[in-house]
């Protein structure tokens, strides 16, 4: 098992470029099912999730070309197109029930298996199957009840749908399925994250037509085909979050290129209270943390345009050295808090009670051997280790791999003292 080893760095200084968003790309790859001509995607980032999802695709019948190099992945569903989903590939990753709503109607059945990923708390996929059988399809309970999706559908037909919480997935399986529903749907209580903008607008260049994706009500009409295009992926917003975290929490300072402000909002709003300077420059946005300490301050994590639950636990390893006491309340996960273990085990001395932790800030960190509980906190632990005296070992960085391109070559390159082992 690989491990990351973290000694206590100097404030990193430099430029760093982001990623292609791992969570626009495993949508925008699930919906290239939806059509039998060639679609290419540019910017997809080098990641486990992307090739999880790549060999999905091929396990269903399509032709998957993925150039590393170019960061490129070229997709023709062209041939006949299985309606089951391997479990040995839907158990590694959550994303693997977006590929529902195309299946059903490519083949108008779909049978995947309850999906893996993070164990961060219950996602469930009541709102995905409400969603779909609104349209149509019909769920067997009994399959169900083993943990099996297992739908089927005629031509599906648009309704009204609302969603009981804005659920992402939720929200791209059924803009999926009703981009070729029969008549129009109105989605209310949609989410409004920029991935779902980007899907939206993949989905439009394929010939789909989709009105207010971004907002909490989306209509889609119908159509009867969709056809191949190119497209680029946004930037990863969480990984500028994280990199931005970075500058901070070691007091350096660092050009972040190829991001969009716009998409972070909430996080450079509460790295400024904590006295962080952040600059948008036409090269990209300067975040500056030598010129104050870092002060406290709360957050409270909330669906898009609130602070996102991914930059929760970065955030919290910065809230660890800043000057005085600070609340995270999280409302997303039950279970995100399971890094703050990781950070005890440090000196952070965090404490928690149901959806809130408070932590006490100021504390002189130590290296220790941690774990990279889940993605996101995979990545907190290791902005931990570079302000802890001594050496931090992370070990389970299969999580991390799934959501950072190059992340130890990228924060080394600002001046971490970073370095992955192989075992």
């Known amino acids: 098992m690989a491990k990351f080893l973290v000694q206590k760095s100097e404030p990193l200084h430099g430029e760093v470029s982001i990623s292609g968003s791992k969570n626009a790309v495993l949508p925008i790859l699930a919906a290239t099912l939806l059509t039998d001509e060639k679609c290419t995607i540019l910017d997809v980032p080098a990641l486990r999730d992307v090739d999880v999802m790549c060999d999905l695709l091929r396990s269903l019948g399509a032709d998957v070309d993925k150039k590393l190099e170019e960061n490129t992945v070229d997709v023709t569903a062209s041939g006949e197109i299985n309606s089951e989903a391997p479990f040995d590939l839907v158990k590694m990753m959550r994303a693997s029930i977006l590929v529902l709503g195309a299946l059903l109607l490519r083949t108008g059945r779909a049978v995947i298996h309850l999906p893996g990923g993070c164990a961060i708390g219950e996602r469930p996929v009541e709102l995905h199957l409400k969603g779909l059988k609104a349209l149509g399809a019909t769920i067997d309970q009994a399959q169900l009840a083993k943990g099996i999706v297992d739908a089927t559908a005629g031509k599906l037909k648009g309704n009204t749908i609302y969603l009981d919480f804005p659920s992402v997935g939720a929200t791209e399986v059924i803009i999926m399925a009703a981009s070729l529903a029969e008549g ?56 500028a979050g994280t990199f931005m975290v970075s500058a901070a929490i070691t007091h350096g300072r660092i050009l972040i290129k190829n991001m969009l402000p716009d998409h972070l909002k909430a996080v450079i709003a509460k790295l400024r209270e904590c006295g962080v300077e952040i600059e948008a420059t036409d090269e990209g946005v300067i975040v500056d943390g030598s010129k104050h300490k870092i002060i406290s301050t709360d957050i409270k994590t909330l669906p898009y345009p609130g602070f996102p639950t991914d930059m929760q636990s970065p955030f919290m390893a910065l809230l660890t050295v800043a000057d005085g006491p600070s609340a995270v309340i999280e409302t997303v996960f ?90």
């Open 334 to 423: 039950e279970n995100r808090f399971m890094h703050v273990a990781e950070f005890n085990r440090m000196g952070a001395n965090i404490k928690t009670e149901g959806k809130c932790a408070i932590i006490p800030g100021g504390k002189k960190l130590k290296g220790a051997q941690v774990v990279a509980t889940d993605l996101r906190a995979g990545a907190a632990v290791v902005l931990t280790g570079l302000v802890a005296e001594g050496t931090t070992e992370v070990s389970q960085i299969y999580h991390i791999d799934r959501g950072y391109e190059h992340f130890v070559d990228k924060l080394k390159a600002l001046g971490a003292n970073i370095m992955r082992i192989e075992e």
């Open 184 to 239: 129009t749907t109105i989605l209310e209580n949609a989410a409004q994250e920029p991935e779902i903008v980007d899907l939206a607008s993949f989905l439009n260049k394929m010939g789909a037509r989709i009105k207010g994706a971004g907002t909490d009500t989306i209509k889609i009409e119908g159509v009867e085909k969709l056809h191949g295009v190119s497209h680029n992926v946004i930037p990863d917003r969480i990984e």
